[in-house]
């Protein structure tokens, strides 16, 4: 594939950027991916000569951007509570008027809750797994009952399948009430697709070619996606009128959620039907060897470096700022 369907780059020129602030790391369950997709993020755009430097966490942003050291921020935060992706810190900088990579207030804080993403979705008629919203203390089993086994059951408010369990059946329960106990936030319970996982990237107003994920083991888990060596990424993961029809529907979830930039769409394939099911919205997908956005880039013809330039482009305003 090529990249004929993207738009020419604004500008050749590093110097407009100014200082930019690559925000990584962080206090959120998925720091140590935001670590590793940071100092990737870091080499490229150094590599291409922007006046880039890593900031860990949201504290040491704050204290830098009072000092004025930053013009605009590349955000690679993975998560909430302090991960950067769930709109806290999109409205402090909105505040400051310090440009920042990905979606703004509104499309960060509504993908990061994943019940609440999943009723907009269908309020737009949009498909999406049948599901149950668990506030906590709620009774799981007789969820699980009411929804029908085999489910899966996971933070509302957390990636990377942090704290997501498979229940396939009664004794599996157990470890997802324990998680639920754990975690103390609402849970959502989710029927599960079988079939095949799929996932897109979106770029600007493009959806990349589809990635379809083979793990080797039961699902695509933490594991999986960050540690093992054996899974396979099928990309495009579709053909002729299906993967048309994958990638018009993640840009259509994507843009239905309010969010913009940059960002991956999680899909199901249903096996008997090849039904497309949208699972969830990543706002600042990793960027790390074992990453998917950068994969389906490729694919596309944009190699790293240019990926990340094209992104931090997006900080730039649509009437200037940029070299034609």
């Not at 737009?124 to 919203?133: D, S």
Request: contains cysteine; charged residues 20%.
């Amino acid at each position: 594939m090529t990249t004929t369907l993207l738009p020419a780059l604004r500008t050749t020129d590093p110097a407009v950027f100014g200082r930019v602030a690559v925000l990584m790391g962080g206090t959120s369950s998925e720091r140590a991916v935001s670590l590793d997709s940071g100092r990737n993020v870091l080499a490229a755009l150094q590599s291409r000569g922007v006046d880039a430097h890593a900031v860990d966490g949201i504290p040491a942003l704050v204290d830098a951007l009072v000092h004025g050291m930053f013009d605009r921020v590349f955000n690679i935060l993975h998560g909430n509570k302090g991960g950067g992706e769930d709109g806290v810190l999109q409205g402090f900088l909105a505040a400051f008027e310090i440009p920042c990579t990905g979606s703004g207030v509104l499309g960060s804080a509504l993908t990061m809750d994943k019940i609440r993403t999943k009723q907009v979705w269908l309020s737009a008629g949009l498909p999406t797994p049948r599901f149950v919203r668990l506030p906590p203390g709620a009774d799981l089993r007789a969820a699980a009952q009411a929804l029908g086994l085999p489910v899966f059951v996971k933070p509302s408010c957390e990636g990377s399948s942090v704290g997501a369990v498979r229940v396939e059946n009664e004794a599996a329960l157990e470890e997802a009430e324990r998680v639920a106990r754990e975690y103390g936030g609402e849970m959502l319970m989710e029927a599960l697709v079988v079939g095949d996982e799929l996932t897109v990237g979106i770029l600007g107003d493009v959806a990349l070619p589809s990635i379809r994920i083979v793990p080797k083991g039961g699902w695509y888990d933490y594991q999986a996606k960050y540690v093992a060596e054996d899974t396979q990424y099928l990309c495009p993961g579709l053909q002729g009128e299906q993967e048309h029809a994958i990638r018009a529907l993640a840009l259509a979830a994507f843009r239905a959620a309010a969010a913009t930039g940059w960002g991956r769409v999680d899909v199901m394939r249903e096996i008997d039907s090849d039904k497309l099911w949208l699972l969830e919205v990543n706002t600042a997908p990793g960027m790390t060897s074992h990453s998917l956005f950068p994969k389906a880039a490729r694919e596309f013809g944009v190699a790293f470096e240019d990926l990340c330039w094209r992104i931090l482009e997006q900080t730039l305003p649509i009437d200037g700022g940029a070299t034609p």
